[in-house]
């Protein structure tokens, strides 16, 4: 039986839920995939860091209340999150980078996968920062040093579009892309229909794990800017920059606002897109929208999102699907095991060379 060694970078909502998922779901993965996981170190600005080379016991951390986690007093504990030495020095095989998005440069999280590259790991993030700002320099980093720089999670959460598009779409050309992309803010807009007010509906869609740290990048729309610049690269094959995707967030509407647009049956969406001008450069923005009832994006409720790709041969093609959530966002992460997996399983490497190595000198 294969078996991964994981290092889980940030222990927050989607971490916690890998590691849950690992624990509920370990053995029937064993079974229907044929590898096994197992969690060797963990660190996290809060509770510090905790590293055993023969597997840490998730169940007991699962029991504790996340505020009040601290590794300090455990076996192999540190109130220091350690991050560098951890990605570069415990052995594992993939580094689960779920630290916090900043929409700015990235930072810290584009430094842990790049550590965690160079030093011959696979890497799986739902992060956006360090795939939109920083994605083009980590693939060919990846491909530098034979591992995998998977991140299906980091557009529309669990719900596979990055590769829907990638291994489904062949010999179609898509010519654009628009979608709801932000599990928070349509939400929100869905609460602000029901009569609540903004900052009430911001609370409830933190209570529920969907906002960023930071609630602004959600409100404002800098969160939908990147993932629409990740749409954009691997989609369409445009390399844009923060300032390409012109921005509006939905702050500005009220309840009032909205609840009038449903009364005419039209619905408040935000919406990114990233379309094909004729001179072959591409269109990105980011804005509300009052969509009419049929359009394809206009029902999407809740934190669900969606994206539309519009295809020459299909015409669009509309891919929906949980767009936010702990453990939907988890099983992100799993898919991109999964995926490393089966591509280093298929070229014959599981494990990068330097583990093959360690694991022959350990034996
Ligand atoms: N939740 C969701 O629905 C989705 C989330 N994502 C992305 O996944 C990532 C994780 O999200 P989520 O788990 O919800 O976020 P959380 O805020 O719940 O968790 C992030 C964790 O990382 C910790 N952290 C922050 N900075 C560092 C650091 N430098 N070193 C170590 N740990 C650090 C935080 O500690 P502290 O709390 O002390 O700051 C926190 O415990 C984010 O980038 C987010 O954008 C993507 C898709 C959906
Ligand atoms: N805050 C984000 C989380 C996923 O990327 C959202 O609400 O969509």
Redesign the pocket.
Known sequence: MERYDLAL???????RGLAELIVQRGDDLAHEMGFALRVVAI????AGSLVDNNGIDLVPLLATEPHAMSFAGLTGGSAD?R?EWVIRHVPSDIVAE????NPIDGE?AVSHVRWALESGKHVCT???GPVALAGQELKALAAEHGVSFEFE??VV?GTPILRTAQRLFGGLQIEGVQGILN?TSNYILGRLADGLDLQAATAEAQER??A??DPTADLEGHDVQLKVMILASEVLGAELSREDVSCEGISALTSTEVQDAASKGLHWKLVGSAKRRADGTVDARVAPQALPAHHPLAGIPGAMNAVAFDTDILGTVTVSGPG???LE?AYALLSDIIAIHERHHASGSGAPAHRVLQEALRD
């Open positions: 970078i940030g222990f927050g909502g989607v971490n660190t996290d600005l809060r999150p991050n779920a630290t916090y998005t810290p739902t992060n956006k999670g980091s959460s599990g794990g969907y960023e740290a936010a959530g702990r966002t």
